[in-house]
């Protein structure tokens, strides 16, 4: 496996992106409260206006009482000439008319605070309830100032005031007259002012319900037009909001997936180092001590011997001494060698393998001619990025391989090429020598395993050649039918290019 | 000591170690005869006879095995595993001669029911002494099984 704890720390975990969602939860309160604000303003105007109204039309209807119960007084005193009754119609006109005076004046209200006369006015003619209803409607009607109805309405007041100042002087013009004639002449310009005036009040009257249901469909639908829209504004948003909350938490947790997935990979890997490593300082200890007992048997078996006069056993003895001392020495270079291969890593060249193989080729012209060995080399190999002395030290240890075990071949054959494979490129060397059993294909690569014992080398070879491709980014493996069948060691260079 | 021809296996890959070892074996004449086989495959074929080793007069069935752990093709952990789980086998005593004082080779040969476990001493003197007590006890004290 190819595995860089470099990738690993480069991979960067994007953490969940607290300050965008907490932005946008500001935001969305920011609105909700906008909207509540204007549905909370619009429902207090609508609830003034509305008391507003009420106000006005229960004044109205006080209004239009007095009008009548003044001109019945009237009439009656006309009949009857009852003082009492005359006394009734001047407090009842009076009282017609302040709310003529006043409703034609609302529109001044705007311009000013109400002047002496007007409060002295309202101060005068209504009850204490009624003045602060009236103060109500003069402080409240401001929000109306543009409504169509409202100045019809206080131009209806007007023309009623003015009229109900006709009507009032008329009637003292009646009450002064003693001449019959003249006051049936006046009585009958009275009734055309009190037709004109009722006319006017009539309109007003008109005009104030009218204006009571305009201002509550306005109302009605302003509260509902905002109610639905701050309502679908907040669906809005925090759909919005769970929607960037539900992907940034995809994010995050395919992030989180892919950290895991990474780290676990890292712990499998360092699973498999110290696993290897255990193995490692296992079979360091026991291969280092085989020949340390060798040595320690043989030389006392020679004391001995030596002792015993039994001389013809001595020279072989020796020689496995000497031999466990130079197995000793073999191992621990290639143990240096094995230990430099993952932490001495050479700059990664482009190598010509023509090249490259004809160099191990010459350094291996030794053995080679001793067993009339020959071979062929693949012409035109692809250039490979790779650490040159590395490689060479691998195409040495398979091409040693294939020297070793060759065996008894009448016609050995031993080559170096290379094969494409889903666009791959696969070096190989093959032999037709002794073979490996598919059951050993795997262990032949650990380190000081070997399948012969007493064949030649050390068991280092192809755990260095499996650690240098594995620097490499590649892999290794053999291919072989079985013993007798010849081996083709393959392996794989991720740098190897056309 | 009564006479009985006895066989001892050696499952041994180092060739210097084996030698050492059967010539202290002649030297205190423990047993009539050491077989000695080289990796874990073999040990197996021999018990087994198989192949080569079908042959029960020249391949008769061991008296004691002396297993090595570190061997080619079949590790001797898995010899050792093979011989106890069968039942014609475990009753075979299985006295493992390693140089491995490894704990956990230590752990696992006792776990796979090894009757004995030996490290290879490094002095000479030790080495033989080791060999004849163990020929001795094994061969002559212990009854064996067949």
Known sequence: ?498 | MNGEPLTILLVEDNPDHAELIMRNMVDFQVANTINHVKDGQAALDYLYGRGKYSDRQQFPMPHLMLLDLRLPKVDGLDVLREVKSDETMRPLPVVILTTSDAERDMAMAYEYHANSYVTKPVHFVDFSKLLKDLGFYWLAWNRHPW
């Open chain 1, 1 to 498: 496996m190819n595995f860089d704890i470099f990738q690993w720390q480069s991979i960067k975990i994007i953490a969940f992106d607290n300050d965008s969602i907490t932005r946008r939860l500001y935001l969305h309160t920011a609105i909700v409260a906008t909207f509540l604000l204007a549905v909370i303003s619009v429902t207090i105007w609508a609830g003034n206006t509305l008391t507003m109204i009420t106000a006005i039309s229960r004044f109205e209807r006080t209004h239009t009482v007095s009008r009548v119960e003044a001109m019945l007084a009237f009439f009656e005193y006309h009949d009857h000439n009852d003082p009492d009754k005359l006394k009734s119609f001047h407090a009842k006109i009076a009282i017609t008319q302040s709310y003529n005076m006043v409703f034609s004046r609302l529109l001044d209200m705007r311009k000013d605070t109400p002047d002496a006369e007007f409060v002295r006015i309202l101060e005068s003619t209504f009850s204490e309830t009624d003045h602060k209803t009236a103060l109500i409607i003069v402080n409240r009607i401001k929000v109306l100032y543009w409504n169509p109805i409202l100045k019809a309405l206080v131009a209806d007041a007007g023309v009623a005031h003015a009229a109900g100042e006709k009507l009032k002087a008329q009637a003292a013009q009646i009450i002064a007259t003693n001449n019959d004639v003249e006051q049936a002449a006046i009585f009958a310009e009275l009734n055309k002012t009190r037709k004109e005036f009722i006319l006017y009040e009539t309109s007003f009257s008109k005009n104030c319900s009218a204006l009571s249901n305009q201002i509550s469909s306005y109302v009605s639908y302003i509260t509902i037009a905002l109610l639905f829209i701050s309502v679908g504004f907040t669906g809005l948003l925090t759909y919005l909001i769970a929607r960037t909350v539900i992907k940034q938490g995809a994010r995050y947790s395919s992030d989180l997936e892919k950290e895991i997935e990474v780290r676990t990979l890292y712990g499998k890997e360092l699973q498999q180092k110290n696993a290897e490593l255990e193995r490692f300082t296992y079979t360091v200890s026991h291969d280092l001590k085989s020949p340390i007992i060798t040595i320690k048997g043989f030389t006392g078996s020679l004391e001995k011997d030596l002792a015993n006069g039994r001389y013809e056993r001595m020279t072989g003895d020796l020689k496995r001494v000497n031999d466990a001392a130079d197995k000793m020495n073999d191992l621990l270079r290639d143990l240096l060698e094995l230990s430099t291969v993952g932490r001495v890593i050479n700059a990664p060249e482009v190598v010509d393998m023509n090249l490259l193989a004809a160099d191990v080729l010459a350094q291996l012209a030794g053995p080679l001619k001793n067993r009339n060995l020959t071979v062929a080399v693949q012409p035109d190999l692809p250039e490979v990025l790779c650490d040159k002395r590395r490689m060479a030290e691998v195409l040495q240890n398979l091409l040693e391989n294939a020297v070793n075990y060759i065996g008894k071949q009448a016609e050995p054959q031993i080559q170096l090429g290379m094969r494409e494979e889903a666009g791959e490129n696969i070096f190989f060397v093959e032999d037709n020598g002794i073979g490996i059993d598919e059951k050993y294909h795997q262990i032949i690569f650990g380190l000081f395993n070997k399948l012969d014992a007493e064949s030649e080398g050390t068991g280092v070879g192809l755990a260095l050649v499996k650690r240098i491709i594995e620097v490499h980014g590649g892999r290794v493996w053999v291919e072989s039918e079985g013993e007798g069948k010849g081996s083709r060691f393959c392996f794989t260079i991720k740098g190897a290019q056309q």
